[in-house]
């Protein structure tokens, strides 16, 4: 066991999937020298070469367009996005083509590429630097989705994404980046399956879903709700698609309460999929219709604006609430 | 072959402070002692904002800020050049230009204290806000500029990016369409040497301007440090765009001295004595020196442009420091031209949330 940051044990874990496997290459700006603009890649470059650390041209299309071509020649690379909200010149040849390729080709291609994209808000960024673009992924077949919130899922399943033959989004919260925690680096990778969420804590009264950095609050939330005598389930879905219905279904079958929070905007959200599947599944289980608690429909707003657009402690607790039927913001309202 | 002087690269005042004779010449031949004096101010004033910027910065009163040091010239000689009804579509660093656009020194830094979405009215200045995505104004300078083709009207576009830029498809891609329709677009591209860690090298093989031949644009390379250099091309590509000869693309050979952003560490990857080299060319000692031999540095002119320096310095830092906080419910704002329903609930139900804590006595839980 040792202690790392989120981003050490990112470096850790794909230095040890590079140490594995000669064919692992990673691919993206600045990723070389500066060791990313995170530092996510440092010393990367300096040990294993320029060939394997490859500091791309600065063209996002680009960078997932040859790792297409890699990839069809038996390469498994790893494509660095800066900054989530510069996904989007690179959106075409995801959906497009990485997406696509293995059932395009009848099973024929394999497209065992990794989108590390550092994504979320809550650092006070410019515009761009902020965005939760991971629902337009997860409405895209053929490609899994994947975000972790603490150092040791970071470390393992970074490694598992790289090894999955599937494309895989690897969503990294980056306002976690510096957050430490125990890793075992001998950890049985297989103990981490690519589509399994997990109980973060356990809880009776109402199920509480979140992702990437809101799992903490979550967390908090849970801590906070126990004093005033609620027993809150926290799932941390890690798996954004395939979603793990099994998790979820169990829990809201022991809850009958479903509450959900995310960054991103609502409209469209992963939240929406959650609520509807959820719905389908364990209609006869819900106690209440499910509660989203997600950032508004807007932009992402500038700096000094983001703390009213991201759910925080009390949004959530306010969310949780409505799920029971308690005292809310929104109580006089008929159908909140 | 890819240089940073030499031949291919139009010089009209070499870093030793003297006027070189080229027949870029006739392009500044109205630029007496008087406009000399008025470019320096402009780069010492400029040079000013971005280091008042820069400490605003390291004071915590600013998020993030990207320096322009070193790159007076290329921003103070082009867009000196532009003609009030021309229209400019920049990258993030071009606080020069907004300068000689008339842009309000507050709205300079709006966007990196993290107030607001944006600074200027670009109708006001006939500059469009600032491009983080790298390129994308490339296109934008292009679809304006057939526009303005389409009214029969005489101003010009000018995109400005960097050097990496060139990298992206939409920088490529507007250089075809300017080519199709001959825009009367001007593409400025600062080759700055670097691309936050990225030497020039990995984004080019060949000199920059060599690229927009192969589309059918006219290209030229000039001494970005130095100001009349940048004017004068930047005036025959203006006079070419306005006169019906389409688009052109100027490669200004500069240099970034500061970091990329406040947030980085030029040290990782960058050598210090090619900072070292640069600073030998500076773009305002140039012009200091040319000023001097001509006895044009005198006292009271130096005096007069340090206190505008001192001034507009004042007046960034008190328009940052007393810029009003956004209000609680701004982020709804100009989401959409007319009411949205969803939108609508959402904000009415922040504002209960809001409400609600105040019902239970201030203060949340
Ligand atoms: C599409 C996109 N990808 C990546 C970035 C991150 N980024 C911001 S500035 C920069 C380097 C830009 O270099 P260059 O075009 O040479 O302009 P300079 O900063 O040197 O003026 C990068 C990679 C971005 N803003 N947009």
Redesign the pocket.
């Known amino acids: 066991m040792s202690t790392m940051t989120f981003g050490r044990a990112i470096n850790t874990g794909l230095r040890k999937a590079m140490e594995h496997d000669s064919k692992v290459v990673l691919i993206g ?2 990723i070389g020298k500066l060791g990313g ?1 995170f530092r996510i890649t440092d010393e990367l470059q300096k040990d294993f070469g320029a060939h394997r650390v490859i500091d791309a041209p ?3 299309s680009a960078i997932l367009g040859t790792a297409v071509g890699m990839a069809y020649r038996g390469y498994r690379p790893v494509c660095e ?3 989530d ?2 996904i ?2 690179a959106f075409n040849q995801i959906v497009s083509q990485v997406a696509k390729l293995h059932y395009r080709t009848q099973g024929r291609v394999k497209m065992p590429l990794t989108i590390r994209v550092p994504f979320g808000g809550g650092i006070g960024a410019a515009e ?2 902020s965005e939760s673009p991971e629902a337009y992924f997860m409405h895209t077949s053929g490609l899994r989705v994947i975000s972790v919130s603490n150092p040791q899922d970071a470390f393992a399943m970074i490694q598992q994404a790289i090894a999955c033959d599937d494309p895989v989004l690897f969503f990294e919260p980056k306002r976690r980046y510096h957050v430490k925690g125990e890793v075992d680096e001998e950890v049985d990778l297989a103990s981490f399956p690519l589509e399994q969420a997990r109980v973060e804590i356990p809880g009776d009264d109402v199920t509480l879903v979140a992702y990437g950095a809101l799992v903490q609050l979550a967390k908090d939330a849970a801590l906070a709700a126990r004093e005033e005598g609620l027993s809150v389930e926290v799932i941390d879905l890690r798996s954004l698609s395939p979603l793990d219905f099994a998790t979820l279904e169990a829990s809201v079958r022991k809850t009958g309460r479903l509450v959900i929070t995310h960054e991103a905007a609502m409209t469209g959200g992963l939240g929406a999929e959650v609520a509807a599947s959820i719905t389908e599944r364990c209609f006869y289980h819900l106690e209440h219709a499910p509660v989203r608690v997600t950032g508004f429909d807007i932009p992402y707003p500038p700096a000094k604006m983001e703390h009213h657009h991201l759910p925080d402690l009390d949004r959530i607790l306010d969310g949780v609430d409505r799920a029971l039927g308690r005292t809310n913001s929104l109580s006089d309202l008929e159908g909140n | 072959m890819r240089s940073v002087s030499g031949e291919n690269l139009v010089q009209l005042l070499t870093p030793e402070g003297t006027r070189a004779a080229g027949p870029y010449d006739e392009w500044v031949a109205d630029i007496d002692g008087a406009r000399l004096q008025g470019l320096y101010e402009d780069m010492v004033v400029v040079r000013r904002v971005d280091q008042e910027a820069t400490a605003l910065q390291r004071q915590g009163e600013l998020a993030l800020w ?1 320096p322009l040091l070193g ?1 007076e010239a290329a921003q103070i000689g082009s867009g000196r050049a532009l003609r009030k009804d021309d229209f400019v579509f920049s ?3 071009e606080n020069g230009v907004a300068y000689c656009r008339g842009a309000d020194y507050t709205d300079m830094i709006r966007v990196w204290r993290g107030n607001a979405p944006s600074g200027w009215d670009p109708y006001e200045i006939n500059m469009a806000t600032p491009q ?5 104004q490339a296109l934008h300078a292009t679809g304006y500029a057939m526009a303005t083709k389409f009214d029969g009207a005489d101003s010009v576009a000018v995109a400005y ?8 498809g939409d920088v490529n891609e507007a250089m075809v369409f300017a080519a199709s329709f001959q825009a009367p677009v001007v593409f400025f591209c ?7 860690s ?1 030497p ?1 090298t990995l ?1 080019a093989q060949r000199d920059i301007a060599d690229r927009a031949p192969g589309f059918g644009i006219p290209s030229v390379r000039v001494d970005g440090n130095d100001v009349l250099g940048c004017m004068a091309v930047t005036r025959e590509a203006l006079d070419r765009a306005r006169s019906g000869g389409g688009p052109s693309f100027i490669e200004a050979v500069t240099y ?1 001295m500061g970091p ?2 406040t947030a980085d560490d030029p040290t990782r990857y960058r050598d210090p004595n090619e900072l070292e080299d640069w600073k030998g060319r500076d773009p305002i000692d140039r012009l200091a020196k040319l000023l001097e031999a001509e006895g044009l540095l005198a006292g009271d002119f130096t005096d007069r442009v340090n206190a505008k320096a001192d001034e507009v310095a004042g007046l960034l830092r008190h328009g940052c420091v007393t810029l009003p906080e956004p209000g609680e419910l701004d982020v709804f704002n100009n989401v959409y031209t007319t009411p949205h329903p969803v939108l609508e609930r959402q904000r009415e139900h922040y504002s209960r949330y809001l409400a609600s804590f105040e019902a239970a006595g201030g203060g949340k839980r």
């Open positions: 700006e600045d603009v600065l063209a996002e996005i800066q900054f909200g510069f989007y010149p761009h630097h | 990207p790159q990258s993030y660093r983080v995505i790298i390129g994308a990016f960097g050097d990496g830029a060139t990298s992206q600062q080759n700055n040497q670097w691309a936050i990225e020039v984004q970034r990329h952003t």
